[in-house]
């Protein structure tokens, strides 16, 4: 493994209401080989690919983070996996695990690509992914992703879980949708020892559908479960944003994400940038700062600078409402943030 000198600098990042930043979600891209009805339009526009940054200007970037203490870098999209340097990419941050202060590289994706990439992650030094997978049924899983096959995303799965990969399934729990087949999911992914997380829908940029139709509350869920599921709460160890309970029936664990329902902002350790540098300090507010400008300005020291400005201006809270009629919160979709 190389030596790289990403030493932690003295100065962590802590932010004015006293949260420190210890985890940075970086989107590598905006494209993506699925198309979400809830995650972007049929026929998205997507960002010129000369306006990414390259593998070594993301790499720079994570570099600034670290030094600064940050020890968690999740891979986001888009669909990580579909950037072509994506291998580079993992191996350059793969090499400042154990020789900096970097404790963890992860990975969020819909699981297409893993034949191709699951032993490369794992020689990279990553160790657990997450899995988007909204639902078992087949027609249903086409009909979300718009056209996307579910024999792929599983197939993605089973290769990571050979390659020996830790694997938690996400799902977004959408109204009159896929409601109705998730207790199938979290079954069968208990059975195959994975952890599941239910999301709430989230208003971020313009969808094709109107997004109150799409909004289902967990609390509506977690009673409709209560009625064939004991289940347990349990401590929260993660620092995250995800509720766990576990539930004896199938042994497994299920987290909720409900940032509608119940705002978890207080404990927030992490900030997000997009493949074009922007530095969004709240998935719920648009206030951003251009790391790419900065980078290409004047470098490390630059960057080190907006960093505190970030610090400076890192809002309290998200300002999400998903009341009918309501323009989304952000303007940008979560396929451009990093999910
Ligand atoms: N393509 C990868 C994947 O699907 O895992 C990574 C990026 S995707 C944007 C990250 C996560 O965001 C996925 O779990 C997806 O379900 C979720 N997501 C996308 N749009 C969302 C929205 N409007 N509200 C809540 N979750 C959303
Ligand atoms: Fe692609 Fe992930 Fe968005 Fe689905 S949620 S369209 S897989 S980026």
Redesign the pocket.
Known sequence: MNHVSTSIGPRPLIDTFGRQITYLRLSVTDR?D?R?V??MKARPEFLPKSDLLSHEELTQVCDAFIRRGVTKIRI?????LVRRDIANLIDNLGNRLETTGLDEICL???ATQLPRYANQLVSAGVKRI???L?TLDEAKFSELTRGGKLAATLDGIDAADRAGLKIKI?A?ALKGDNEHTLHELIEWAHGRKFDVTL??????GEVDAERSDQFLPLSVLRERFAQHWSMTDLPDTTGGPSRYVRIDETGGRLGFITPLTSNFCAGCNRVRVTCTGQLYMCLGQSGSLDLRGALRAGGADALDACLDEAMAIKPKAHDFNIDRGSAPAVDR???HT??
């Open positions: 993506c699925l979400c809830y995650c986001t999209g888009g669909e990580p969020t994706t819909n997450n899995v988007s909204d996400n977004v999301i709430e829908i989230m208003p971020m979709n979560m396929s990093g999910g």
